[in-house]
């Protein structure tokens, strides 16, 4: 059997995988014959870097349920990945079903790259603190290029992750990758030193970005499991449960007490919750703040979240505009608003607007109906519908806006009193 042997840049080099693999896989050659090795080039952080990649037409198919699992097993530590990998395509390709213990060995690589990936999140500093901070890792290369944008969401003040063959640094704009700095320097100054010079002399160049990191895109399993609150956020970083996230700058999970006893869902994050990552912060949340203040509540006490986490938006000139997520988009989003609900177990339940009650509820609502009265909730716990906050901006004239505003506030003195009830 004549072996063919393919070269890839890095462990992380998904894009040179990918296009070798179609090229391989339309010519037909069998994956037993191909040996696949990592070779970094010597100008790998030159600014000049370049290279020259197959290219071939994709013969295959892929179900989403391999899909998924694809980024997370490509950054396993697994020396047989790739040809794992080649090899479900090849299946696939043609026309075959994949045998099960495939199946099942890709399921175990890519649940513990996503172990490590929330291991890693996880050493990440406290967000508050602006100044540049250190995270030593032994994790490899691969994982940390794949996590890259996530731990700039997570932590957007200037940081560096340095592990023995990657520096990954975040200047607070943008992410640049670098060798590994754990040989040749030991000290927390010069280990920043080193990173302010990746971070703002561009190692990170145009080879890299041909390389977009990997994300690790979680399944309805990976979400229904989620044991606590800041982990079902971390997994939320790379959703990618419908098309929103595309276009979005970034997912907005909930936020507030994790021992909230009433929460409060919305529909969406709107223009200032995208680019701030927090929800209800735009002119629509400061109206809700007021409110729940006056009706007795208090925000940090609650818990803020919204039925779908992205963005949806189209654009004019300069202006992004919200539009309404339909019902498809809804269910995507949906096991993150059962997962936070399970964990949070909130007592009361408070749906502004008909996307959240419907979401909730689980069935189409309309809010005049159903507004101002406890709802039995399966769980036993009381839900309660009323209209969203932007609804009382849009109203035409001041009478109308306080009448409504009024009627507002005494909905969510309704579920602060059922929390005392």
């Known amino acids: 059997m004549n072996h063919q042997t393919v070269v890839l840049s890095t462990t992380s080099d998904f894009s040179g995988w990918r296009a070798w693999s179609r090229k391989l896989l339309h010519d037909r050659i069998p994956a037993d014959s191909i040996r696949w090795i990592i070779e970094p080039p010597a100008t790998l952080y030159a600014s000049s870097a370049t290279r020259v990649l197959p290219s071939a037409p994709s013969t295959t198919s892929i ?7 694809f980024p997370a097993v490509f950054v396993s530590e697994a020396p047989e990945r790739f040809h794992l990998l080649y090899l479900t395509l090849q299946t696939l390709r043609d026309g075959a079903a994949v045998p099960e213990e495939l199946t099942d060995e890709l399921k175990t690589l890519a649940a513990q790259s996503r172990n490590r990936a929330l291991d890693l999140r996880c050493q990440m500093p ?10 030593r890792t032994s994790h490899t290369a691969a994982l940390i ?31 640049r990758f670098g060798p590994g700095l754990d040989k040749d320097v030991s000290d927390p100054a010069g280990i920043i030193i080193a990173a302010r010079s990746i971070a703002t002399a561009g190692a990170g160049n145009a080879w890299w970005d041909g390389i977009a990191p990997l994300r690790l895109h979680p399944g309805i399993d990976d979400i229904a499991s989620s044991p606590s609150l800041p982990s079902l956020r971390g997994k939320a970083v790379d959703c990618q449960m419908c098309d929103l996230c595309g276009p979005a700058t970034r997912t907005v999970s909930g936020e507030g007490n994790p021992d909230a006893r009433v929460m409060f869902v919305g529909e969406q994050p709107g223009d200032h919750e995208d680019l701030q990552g927090r929800p209800f912060v735009g002119p629509a949340g400061q109206l809700f703040d007021r409110a729940l203040k006056e009706a007795g509540g208090n925000r940090a006490e609650a818990w803020i979240t919204n039925a779908v986490k992205h963005f949806k938006f189209v654009a004019k000139g300069s202006r992004r505009i919200h539009q309404k997520p339909n019902t498809g ?22 749906m502004l607007g008909v996307t959240g009650a419907s979401a909730v509820l689980g069935r189409q609502v309309t809010v005049s109906r159903e507004r101002s009265r406890h709802i039995p909730m399966e769980d036993g ?11 009382l901006l849009r109203l ?23 929390l005392a009830g």
Request: with cysteine.
């Open 63 to 69: 179900p989403r349920s391999l899909a998924t699992l």
């Open 126 to 135: 406290d967000a508050g603190n602006q100044d540049w901070q250190i995270v």
């Open 145 to 175: 290029d794949n996590q890259a944008s996530a731990l700039a969401n997570l932590r957007p003040s200037p940081w560096v992750v340095t592990a023995p063959d990657r520096t990954l640094c975040w200047n607070g704009k943008e992410y």
């Open 329 to 350: 988009e809804i269910t995507a989003c949906a096991p993150w608003l059962a997962a936070e609900r399970k964990i949070l177990a909130p007592k009361v339940t408070v």
């Open 381 to 391: 716990s009381i839900g309660l519908v009323t209209v969203h906050p932007s609804y």
């Open 396 to 418: 035409p004239d001041e009478e109308s806006k306080t009448r409504e505003y009024t009627k507002f506030v005494t909905d969510l003195r309704m579920a602060i009193s059922a």
